[in-house]
């Protein structure tokens, strides 16, 4: 968890550089950041920008892969579990009494 938490301080530290738009702009929202003022052209990004958005990225992909794959296990687990259930249900049905 202590990766996590990583991950989210340094997500934190990208959104506050870049979380408040010139006051005029076309996405002046109040303070409120939209995608558009998060993500500027990769062209004018600093190194140092490009470099931890780039990091961020790739964490947060590999965070949602594990993610995902233990949601599919948990689904593949689960509908194993039904399968046998409605086989043997199946079966037991078909058994003369």
């Not at 989210?8 to 003022?37: E, Q």
């Not at 062209?43 to 965070?63: C, G, N, P, T």
């Amino acid at each position: 968890m202590a990766d996590d938490k990583d991950v989210i301080g340094k997500a934190d530290a990208l959104l506050r550089r870049h979380s408040l738009a010139a006051p005029g702009s076309p996405s002046d929202t109040g303070g409120v950041p939209l995608l558009t003022d998060l993500v500027p052209d990769p062209a004018v990004l600093s190194e140092a920008d490009a470099a931890l958005a780039k990091e961020i990225a790739q964490q947060v992909r590999q965070e949602m892969e594990a993610r995902l794959l233990a949601e599919i296990e948990r689904m593949r687990t689960e509908l194993g579990g039904a399968l046998e259930a409605a086989i043997a249900e199946a079966l037991a049905r078909r058994q003369p009494k």
